[in-house]
């Protein structure tokens, strides 16, 4: 009898620990789905506005646009901006705006979203890649660098990093960022609602772990007992 008592008490200990376990397991898997490091998403967006086309100069008699008493054939305005949309503070992001070939740059204005933000921008020269302070007509430049912090969203009272250049290329420039856990999206395709939809998803597929882990030690308990 007490040997049947032991070996019945020993049957029961196996499947409490598996069932601690896997249980354990599943709130585990889930907690750190639901508390994984997300990246910040940054938006920008491009717009390009003409100011002198070389087609107008040539369209009309005696039209001559001069900067610094120098003639220039074409202008155009890139103006930039740079808006937090979700995530984590960031401290700070270098983002570069490069050019497919080198422009002058006859302007720029730099505006941050507050007094306690920072946005500071120099050009790198299409040769050397030496640092060019803007404006400098005199220099051709190949990218915009722009230091930018801090990266933070803070609901309807985000404002975003505005950077406007005039040059004498209609191209809009490439975007390029160099941080950690930021990820770069085009402010046209950014959704708040596909991103609604993916925090439900991840809440959906954390309970999964747990039932997962669940089924897995009711499984194992029911096998066990039903051993003879």
């Known amino acids: 009898m007490a040997g049947e008592s032991e070996n019945r008490a020993y049957r029961w200990v196996l499947p409490l620990i598996v069932g601690i376990c896997c249980g354990g397991l599943g709130g585990s898997i889930f907690t750190w789905y639901m508390n994984r490091p997300r990246p910040t998403v940054l938006t920008y ?13 040539g369209l009309i008699p005696d039209l001559k646009v001069f900067i610094g008493g120098s003639p220039i054939q074409a202008l155009y305005a890139h103006s930039m901006e740079l808006l937090p949309r979700q995530g984590p503070f960031v401290d700070q992001a270098d983002v570069a705006f490069s050019f497919s070939s080198p422009v002058r740059i006859y302007g720029i204005h730099q505006e941050s979203p507050s007094a306690l933000h920072h946005l500071d921008c120099v050009g790198l020269a299409a040769n050397t890649m030496a640092n060019v302070q803007l404006p400098n007509p005199a220099k051709e430049v190949g990218s915009l660098q722009c230091t930018i912090r801090p990266i933070l969203f803070q609901g309807n009272d985000t404002h975003p990093f505005r950077i406007a250049i005039a040059t004498d290329k209609s191209e809009a420039p490439h975007v390029l960022i160099a941080a950690r856990n930021i990820e770069l999206v085009p402010a046209d395709q950014f959704s708040s609602k596909d991103q609604r939809r993916s925090s439900w998803v991840d809440s959906v597929a954390g309970l999964a772990g747990i039932l997962i882990g669940n089924i897995i030690s009711w499984i194992f308990i029911w096998k066990w007992f039903k051993k003879p």
């Open 45 to 57: 967006q491009i717009v390009t506005t003409t100011l002198s086309a070389p087609e107008a100069v």
